[in-house]
Each structure stands twice: as structure tokens, then as C-alpha cells.
């Protein structure tokens, strides 16, 4: 028997007034699907230093217990907050647990669909902010990681500058379009080595 709550609850549902609108929730659940993820600046940057390579709950609050303006923060309060965000992303299908190898542990990896189109960036996490720390740890890893790769391409490009020069001598019938490349390939090599120079000064200068 139905006590009167519950009469009462059962005549609302009935009233045409109160029928539920399934496209109204659908539309209001994918409304919320598409609700970009807010992320804190200092978390967004290690996360982005990470975007090609697996790491666990433990790396990710080390490398934050390193932000110079977050020493303020327990390790507890990083441990919780971290925790807190990558459940975050991984309901947003932007990260995914993994592991490497049996015995391993958690590790997580984040998914192509994590670009600037699915996250908005939040306010500072610590009071500080990022830019006014004396020496930033997060972007002398971001110039290391720059160098590297423009050190890699300039290694690339000057075997390609020997290649296109053997070619040449090989080959004399091609050798109009092997100039042409030759050229480019040496523009190129120069750029790099303007680049690989200005990011070298720029470090240097953020460690004095």
C-alpha cells in the first residue's frame, strides 16, 4: 500500500506537465559530455612534457613537488590532487590506464584526443604562478626537450646535405634537381643551427 508521499509522487509523475523530454536528456547529457576539462597550468605543463610516454601516479607528484612555486603544497595534497585530476581525464577519454609489465603497476598514457580543443586552462594552482619563479624547472625541461629534437634534425639534415653531394658525383645527369635539393637542405641546416643557438642562449640565461 502507498502512503501518501508516494501518492502524491506518483500522481506528479503522471501530470503531462511533468512528462520528461528524452531528447531534453540527451541533449543535457552531451551537453555536459562536451563540458571541456578545466586543468591547472603547472599540471598542464607536465602533462604535456609527458604526451608521448607512459608515467604513474608517483612520477607525475614527484615532478609537481618540483614546481618551485608549489612548495607550499603537502604531499598529500599533490598526492590527492593528482589522483583527483587523472580520473578526471580518464572520464574524459583523454587518458588511459596502462602497464608496461606484469608487476609493473599503474601507469597511465594520454590519448591522441588530448589537444587544446578538449581542455580550457585554469587558474594558477599555486599562488606564486609560473612566471615568476627565479629558475623554471618546467621550462628548462621544455627548451632541453626543443634542443634535443633540434639537434637530432641538424644530424639528420647534414647527412642528408653528404648524401645529396655522393649523388651528384654519381650521377651527373641529375645533378640540376640534387642542387636544388642540396641548397635546401643546407638553408634548412643553417636555420637549425640559429635555432639550436638561440634556445642553448635562453637556457643559459634562465640558469644564471
Same mark, same amino acid.
Given at each position: 500500500?502507498?502512503?501518501?508521499?508516494?501518492?502524491?509522487?506518483?500522481g506528479?509523475?503522471?501530470? !503531462?506537465? &511533468?512528462?520528461?523530454?528524452?531528447?531534453? @536528456?540527451?541533449?543535457?547529457?552531451?551537453?555536459?559530455?562536451?563540458?571541456?576539462?578545466?586543468?591547472? !597550468?603547472? @599540471?598542464?605543463?607536465?602533462?604535456?612534457?609527458?604526451?608521448?610516454k607512459?608515467?604513474?601516479?608517483?612520477?607525475l607528484?614527484?615532478?609537481?613537488?618540483?614546481?618551485?612555486?608549489?612548495?607550499? +603544497?603537502?604531499?598529500?595534497?599533490i598526492?590527492?590532487?593528482?589522483v583527483?585530476?587523472?580520473?578526471r *581525464?580518464?572520464?574524459?577519454?583523454?587518458?588511459?590506464?596502462?602497464?608496461?609489465?606484469?608487476?609493473?603497476?599503474?601507469? &597511465?598514457?594520454?590519448?591522441?584526443?588530448? $589537444?587544446?580543443?578538449?581542455?580550457?586552462?585554469?587558474? !594558477?594552482?599555486?599562488?606564486?604562478? +609560473?612566471?615568476?619563479?627565479?629558475?623554471?624547472? *618546467? @621550462? +628548462?625541461?621544455?627548451?632541453?626537450?626543443?634542443?634535443?629534437? $633540434? #639537434?637530432?634534425?641538424?644530424?639528420?639534415?647534414?647527412?642528408?646535405?653528404?648524401?645529396?653531394?655522393n649523388?651528384? *658525383?654519381?650521377? !651527373?645527369?641529375?645533378?640540376?634537381?640534387?642542387? @636544388? *635539393?642540396?641548397?635546401?637542405a643546407?638553408d &634548412?641546416?643553417?636555420? +637549425?643551427?640559429?635555432?639550436?643557438?638561440?634556445? #642553448?642562449?635562453?637556457?643559459? #640565461?634562465?640558469?644564471?
Amino acid at each position: 500500500m502507498l502512503d501518501c508521499p508516494s501518492i502524491l509522487l506518483t500522481g506528479i509523475l503522471r501530470d !503531462p506537465k &511533468y512528462k520528461i523530454n528524452s531528447n531534453q @536528456l540527451v541533449a543535457t547529457n552531451n551537453k555536459f559530455k562536451n563540458k571541456k576539462l578545466r586543468i591547472k !597550468p603547472e @599540471l598542464l605543463e607536465l602533462l604535456k612534457l609527458r604526451a608521448d610516454k607512459t608515467f604513474s601516479v608517483f612520477e607525475l607528484c614527484y615532478a609537481y613537488e618540483k614546481v618551485p612555486t608549489c612548495k607550499e +603544497l603537502t604531499k598529500q595534497q599533490i598526492m590527492q590532487f593528482i589522483v583527483r585530476n587523472l580520473k578526471r *581525464l580518464e572520464g574524459k577519454g583523454l587518458a588511459v590506464k596502462t602497464c608496461i609489465k606484469r608487476g609493473g603497476g599503474t601507469r &597511465y598514457k594520454l590519448l591522441n584526443g588530448f $589537444h587544446e580543443g578538449q581542455y580550457t586552462v585554469g587558474s !594558477p594552482h599555486c599562488s606564486g604562478g +609560473l612566471g615568476k619563479a627565479k629558475v623554471n624547472a *618546467l @621550462l +628548462l625541461d621544455k627548451l632541453a626537450k626543443k634542443l634535443g629534437e $633540434h #639537434e637530432v634534425n641538424l644530424v639528420v639534415t647534414l647527412s642528408e646535405i653528404d648524401e645529396y653531394k655522393n649523388l651528384g *658525383l654519381q650521377n !651527373p645527369s641529375v645533378k640540376a634537381p640534387l642542387r @636544388l *635539393l642540396y641548397t635546401e637542405a643546407r638553408d &634548412y641546416s643553417s636555420k +637549425l643551427l640559429g635555432k639550436i643557438k638561440a634556445t #642553448e642562449s635562453l637556457i643559459a #640565461e634562465i640558469h644564471r
